[in-house]
């Protein structure tokens, strides 16, 4: 692995969990300790209200989150998050969640990320790795 590129194993591993498979969730970009995944809105992603359901919002940005923290090949496991929810979009649109490492130590990282439809932010996560 160089410094901006992923090996294919973990590449590989990263962009096949079964979760974001199940509910549409793909990896767009992905490098060491960087991550962008996206989702089109399904109506199926709605909550009573027909907006887009936090948990869809959140999954998105965790997704994002357990991609960056776990592209250096390392294994990272959340120790804790919290997300803010911003705004809403219509079904059909498609949303990213792009996480970047804001802070690195032996054993921790934490990671912000932006949930967006276009232009828009939608909501922002912050979470925190410990690397074993």
Do not use: W
Request: aromatic share 6%; glycine share 8%.
């Amino acid at each position: 692995m160089t410094a901006n590129n992923v090996d294919a194993d973990t590449k590989e591993r990263i962009e096949s969990d079964p979760y974001c498979d199940r509910i549409g969730i793909e990896v767009v970009e992905l490098k060491p300790r960087a991550a962008r995944v996206e989702l089109t809105l399904e109506q199926s992603h709605c909550n009573f209200h027909g907006t887009p359901h936090g948990g869809v919002i959140y999954s998105l940005a965790d997704a994002a989150f357990a991609a960056a923290s776990n592209a250096s090949g390392e294994t990272a496991v959340a120790l804790e998050t919290n997300i803010s929810y911003l705004d809403t979009v219509d079904v059909g649109t498609t949303i990213t969640a792009t996480a970047t490492e804001e802070h690195d130590t032996t054993r921790t990282g934490t990671y912000e990320v932006q949930v967006k439809g276009g232009d828009d932010v939608l909501a922002i996560f912050r979470g925190r790795v410990y690397r074993p």
